[in-house]
């Protein structure tokens, strides 16, 4: 059993396009443990997201494995890969993806509750989440009446909300302007550092890359040192 949270072993993810075969990943290796936070800096178009689907096991690999908290998830069926997703992975996007017609609290509890956790306990657990990113104030309204920052930050609790054990996370403040950017930023590594999880998390802020642990970047398909 292996201790990272994340091992990414001899991936390899190509897409046909036409008659052309365009081979992003080729081979590609990383491992994450506990409590690293890692920066994936990239060039556009170079492979990032689909690094993030792969580990977040909504793609699957041509080729390699693809290990979270110690196990295989490569050859699994996709009900299992459903369970691994919904319990040990959190994932924020650029762009919130909340739900526009439940509260703040309500899109906490929602994802809990699809995990099968209990309404009162998920409503606790969600207020306590809400308070700590400094939302204790809002956990009623709407994700409309929120400001950029509120709703980004709403939607970083809602990915921990199930204590995965690994974030992904594709430009989670490239939507806000650069002190509300890096406000979300200091509340997402103190939660990911606190829960001891670990984190891969894609940006081109080099500012907002520089106070992660490690970066790593993507050349010729494979991971390198950035
Ligand atoms: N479903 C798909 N079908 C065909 N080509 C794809 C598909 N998804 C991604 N690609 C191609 O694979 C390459 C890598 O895409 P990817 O989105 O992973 O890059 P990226 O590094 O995340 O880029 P960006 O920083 O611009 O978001 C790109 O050339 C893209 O056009």
Same mark, same amino acid.
């Given at each position: 059993?292996? !201790?990272?949270?994340?091992?990414?072993?001899?991936?390899?993810?190509s897409?046909?396009?036409?008659?052309?075969?365009? *081979?992003?990943?080729?081979?590609?290796?990383? *491992?994450?443990?506990?409590?690293?936070? &890692?920066?994936?800096?990239?060039p556009?178009?170079?492979?990032?997201?689909?690094?993030l689907?792969?580990?977040?096991?909504? *793609?699957?690999?041509?080729?390699?494995?693809?290990?979270?908290?110690?196990? %295989?998830?490569?050859?699994l069926?996709?009900r299992?890969?459903?369970?691994?997703?919904?319990?040990?992975?959190?994932?924020?996007?650029?762009?919130?993806?909340?739900?526009?017609?439940?509260?703040?609290l309500?899109? &906490?509890?929602?994802?809990?509750?699809?995990?099968? &956790?209990?309404?009162? *306990?998920?409503? !606790?657990?969600?207020?306590?989440?809400?308070?700590?990113?400094?939302?204790?104030?809002?956990?009623?309204?709407?994700?409309?009446?929120?400001?950029?920052?509120?709703?980004?930050?709403?939607?970083?609790?809602?990915?921990?909300?199930?204590?995965?054990?690994?974030?992904?996370?594709?430009?989670?403040?490239? %939507?806000?302007?650069?002190?509300?950017?890096?406000?979300?930023?200091?509340?997402?590594?103190?939660? &990911?550092?606190? %829960?001891?999880?670990?984190?891969?998390?894609?940006?081109?802020?080099?500012?907002?890359?520089?106070?992660?642990?490690?970066?790593?970047?993507?050349?010729?398909?494979?991971?390198?040192?950035?």
């Amino acid at each position: 059993m292996s !201790e990272a949270v994340l091992k990414l072993s001899g991936i390899s993810r190509s897409y046909q396009s036409g008659s052309d075969k365009l *081979e992003v990943l080729k081979s590609a290796g990383l *491992e994450i443990c506990p409590g690293e936070v &890692v920066a994936l800096v990239a060039p556009s178009g170079t492979g990032k997201s689909t690094m993030l689907h792969l580990a977040g096991l909504l *793609e699957r690999p041509d080729s390699g494995d693809v290990e979270i908290a110690g196990q %295989n998830c490569t050859k699994l069926s996709d009900r299992k890969r459903t369970l691994i997703r919904r319990h040990e992975v959190g994932f924020v996007y650029q762009f919130h993806h909340l739900q526009g017609e439940f509260s703040a609290l309500e899109n &906490v509890v929602l994802p809990q509750m699809i995990a099968g &956790v209990k309404k009162r *306990e998920a409503a !606790e657990r969600a207020s306590g989440l809400l308070e700590a990113v400094g939302l204790k104030d809002r956990i009623h309204h709407r994700p409309a009446k929120l400001s950029g920052g509120e709703q980004q930050r709403v939607a970083i609790v809602r990915a921990l909300a199930n204590g995965p054990k690994l974030l992904l996370a594709d430009e989670p403040t490239g %939507n806000l302007d650069p002190n509300t950017s890096d406000a979300v930023f200091e509340v997402l590594i103190k939660l &990911v550092r606190e %829960n001891g999880m670990a984190a891969l998390i894609a940006t081109h802020n080099l500012d907002l890359a520089g106070k992660m642990d490690r970066l790593v970047s993507l050349k010729d398909g494979k991971v390198v040192a950035a």
